[in-house]
Nanobody, 124 residues
């Protein structure tokens, strides 16, 4: 079993930056894919970014490419999402997810474990 805990959300102005963190526990995630998703009110869960834990390959949604960066720290069993040039449309609850099979995928149903989410609000 894997437990994921997100932190770092908050309120920021348009153009600002935030760093989200996701701490994993329960097992070493050396072969797992880690992903970030978000869900705005009244909308479905949307893929943001994913990273292969061992190879550091990354995959981004077009809407965040060039503004967000996903990274991981194997020693801390953690994954991060650096968010720059934030826009009001980035407002959502952001979720960390883990997938046992090491293939990058944007589909929420392909992930096995989820955190509880952290709110990000971007004011205009």
């Amino acid at each position: 079993q894997v437990q994921l805990v997100e932190s770092g959300g908050g309120l920021v102005q348009t153009g600002g930056s935030l760093i989200l963190s996701c701490a994993a526990s329960g097992r070493t995630l050396s072969s797992y894919v880690m992903g970030w998703f978000r869900q705005a009110p009244g909308k479905g869960r949307e893929f943001v970014a994913a990273i292969r834990w061992s190879a550091a390959s990354t995959y981004y949604a077009d809407s965040v490419k060039g503004r967000f960066t996903i990274s991981r720290d194997n020693a801390k069993n953690s994954v991060y999402l650096q968010m720059n040039s934030l826009k009001p449309e980035d407002t959502a609850v952001y979720y960390c997810a883990a997938r046992r099979i090491g293939v990058l995928t944007p589909l929420p149903g392909d992930y096995d474990y989820w955190g509880q989410g952290t709110q990000v609000t971007v004011s205009s």
